[in-house]
Structure formats: structure tokens, C-alpha cells
């Protein structure tokens, strides 16, 4: 979600979120002639160790108030996402996929 929504504390995160779309669509338009497919993959809020990581202190209470509020997505939820997304036919290229837990307003 941090390459769809800015948020104050997590600026510079947010800009490395907004540059993998980027880079994403143009090596999707430079590699679809020889049959390779690019996907992003962009999840939500995932259980993970990065909050240990957030040493601003409104950004590390911003986190840890939307963990309490939402059930985060679990490694496997983001793992199916990728196997959906190269199980498809050749003649399918699936862009992107965005996917939050049920709760995540944004």
C-alpha cells in the first residue's frame, strides 16, 4: 500500500514503493515482445517484523494502532497472490495485484 498512499513519517519508504511501480511498467513495455510477463505484487499491511525497523515515533504509533485494529495478511495470503498471478496462460499478464486485509482502510 505504501506505493498508492503517502503517509507523514514514511516519505522516502513510500517514494521506494512508488518507484518499483514505475520501474514495473516500463520493464512490462520493454520485455512484452519477447513473451515475459511482469507483475507487482502490493500488499497491505502484513504480519512481519517491520515495525522493530520504524525509528520515527508518529509512523511507529500509526503501525502499531492499525495492527491492533485489522488481522494483517500472513505470508501465505501475499504467496497465493503470486502464484495466481504466474499460473496464468501465456496469453495473460496480470499487472497488478493489490491485496489488503479485509479490514485495511487504506
Partial sequence: MAG?????????????????????????QEVHKDNIRVTIIEPGLVDTEIDSQITDPVAKEGIEKRRKAITPLQSEDVAAAIVYA???PPRVNVNEILIRPTGQEH
Fill in 4 to 28: 498508492r498512499t503517502a503517509r507523514a513519517g514514511v516519505g522516502v519508504y513510500n517514494a521506494t514503493k512508488w518507484g518499483v511501480n514505475a520501474v514495473s511498467e516500463a520493464l512490462r
Fill in 86 to 88: 504466474v499460473t496464468q
